[in-house]
């Protein structure tokens, strides 16, 4: 089975621009959650979607979004970019979503310039 | 959101197991408990997971305690493959993933 892929791997971006980041879960996952990762604050939980539904949400601002398509691949967006949105953003994907294990993809790391 | 506690950093020998620790004092009943590892560029990996009883794979095993206010990861023989910052996290039913990752420990392996 293939493994969680995320594309692009690598992106630049100036601020108050936009970015979308995909991302394919393994086969049959319905689950998709995105994480990001800085030096200063670690892996924080941004959202994750079941079905094509936001099912949790983290402390994020509303700048970041996301969605689900009907196949489960996702996608995040970041509208008005700023320099400290400037991390590795993780996908992972699950079957069920629940208390089973998540698999993570490669991640997308993103610089604001 | 309930939180964990761990060691920041934590050292040992190669061939040698390795016991790493998580505090979890605010669990609730239907937390279960995950392990993952985040080897150097790459995105986190599972380790394993567990609700009460002590859990074992071809991985690791894992020790909860009586009261599930903590446990510990053990790594039965280190190697230098197994260098990577290890994170305890509960995971909640909220429907849901809704994860919260500390900081974690980062554990190095010496030959």
């Known amino acids: 089975k293939a493994g969680v892929t995320q594309t692009p791997r690598y992106l630049i971006k100036t601020r108050g621009q936009q970015v979308t980041l995909s991302c394919s879960p393994i086969?049959?996952?319905?689950?998709v959650s995105w994480y990001q990762q800085t030096p200063g604050q670690g892996l924080q939980f941004l959202f994750e979607y079941f079905s094509e539904t936001q099912r949790n949400k983290g402390n994020f601002p509303g700048r970041f979004s996301g969605r689900q398509f009907s196949n489960s691949r996702s996608e995040m967006n970041v509208s008005t970019l700023e320099l400290g949105d400037s991390a590795l953003y993780l996908c992972?994907?699950?079957?069920?979503?629940?208390?089973?294990?998540?698999?993570f993809g490669p991640g997308t790391r993103l610089t604001v310039l | 959101d309930a939180k964990t506690t761990q060691p920041n950093s934590m050292e040992s020998n190669e061939e040698e197991p390795v016991h790493l620790p998580c505090n979890h004092s605010?669990?609730?009943?239907?937390?279960?408990i995950h392990w993952y590892r985040q080897l150097p560029s790459q995105g986190p990996e599972y380790v394993i997971h567990?609700?009460?009883s002590n859990v074992n794979n071809r991985m690791a095993s894992l020790a909860i305690a009586e009261d599930r206010k903590s446990s510990t990861l053990i790594l039965h023989r280190a190697t230098l493959r197994d260098a990577a910052v290890y994170y305890c996290i509960l995971v909640r039913n909220t429907g849901g993933f809704k994860t919260i990752f500390g900081a974690g420990t980062r554990l190095f392996v010496k030959a």
């Open positions: 567990g609700l009460t």
């Open positions: 605010t669990i609730s009943g239907t937390d279960y």
């Open positions: 086969s049959g996952h319905r689950s």
């Open positions: 992972a994907s699950s079957s069920t979503g629940n208390y089973n294990e998540q698999f």
